[in-house]
């Protein structure tokens, strides 16, 4: 019959697992990118580390419902709960994209309770973009 192994130098004291969400942040910047097909919400702090994100898909949508407001709306919300935890009062939002869900998003942030310092809309816009296909000979 084997005897037991004795377990040598339990780690009682040693910090297990990891406490990112310990992490006090009263600023912060929200980003919501909206494409036909999706919304996206990051939240990060004024440095840009990603505090928190969410999805339409994310957020159990699924399909051509991703691209919807209402999408928009739930991803936005759900972004911004765990973002409130942490101690987020302050927040400057910047809104790319031509998607359905900017302004769904802008009225969750808003509804949300956070103070918004301001709204920037930084959509890239070509400044004279790519050259065109030529003309159809038929």
Known sequence: ??????????????????HKNERQIPKGVIHVQASFNNTIVTVTD???RVVSWASAGTSG???????????????ASNAIRTVSDQGMQRAEVMIKGPGLGRDAALRAIRR???LL???RDVTPMPHNGCRPPKKRRV
């Not at 949508?61 to 991803?75: D, L, M, S, V």
């Open 1 to 18: 019959m084997t005897k037991p192994i004795a377990k040598i130098g339990l780690r009682k004291n040693v910090r297990s697992g990891l």
């Open 46 to 48: 004024v440095r840009g």
């Open 61 to 75: 949508f699924r399909g051509t419902r991703k691209g919807t407001p209402y999408a928009a709306q739930a991803t």
């Open 112 to 114: 949300s309770g956070m």
């Open 117 to 119: 310092s301001f709204i």
